[in-house]
């Protein structure tokens, strides 16, 4: 059984910094390439970030120089560190293999809520 857990969501004001976590089960974790999606209301889901095992990194245009991404793999943990957020960032965060989401749509935690209101 797949196993995310995502957390570290919260209500920021704009210009505020939030780090999110996902620890994912070992069977899916090790060796895989681990992304981080956001689903805002009204929006289907798009992928934000993702990092190989050996920490080759992408970045959706909109996230750029503001969220990075990293893994510790001796901890099966994916982080999503953010700042600078905008209202825009407001969203569910999910964190998912996009090599499975790709090809079947894969199977996802609960997501963390990330809210950016002054």
């Known amino acids: 059984q797949v196993q995310l857990v995502e957390s570290g969501g919260g209500l920021v004001q ?3 910094s939030l780090r999110l976590s996902c620890v994912a089960s070992r069977s ?3 060796g895989s390439v681990m992304g981080w999606y956001r ?5 289907q889901r798009e992928l934000v970030a993702h990092i190989s095992s050996t920490y080759n990194t992408y970045y959706a245009d909109s996230v750029k120089g ?5 893994r510790d793999n001796a901890k099966n943990t ?5 700042i600078n ?20 749509g894969g199977s996802w935690g609960q997501g963390t809520q990330v809210t950016v209101s002054s």
Do not use: H, W
């Open 39 to 43: 689903q805002a209301p009204g929006k």
């Open 66 to 70: 503001r969220f990075t991404i990293f």
């Open 85 to 104: 957020l905008t209202p825009e960032d407001t969203a569910v965060y999910y964190c998912n293999r996009p090599t499975i989401v790709a090809a079947t």
């Open 78 to 82: 994916v982080y999503l560190q953010m």
């Open 14 to 16: 704009p210009g505020g």
């Open 28 to 30: 899916i974790f090790s």
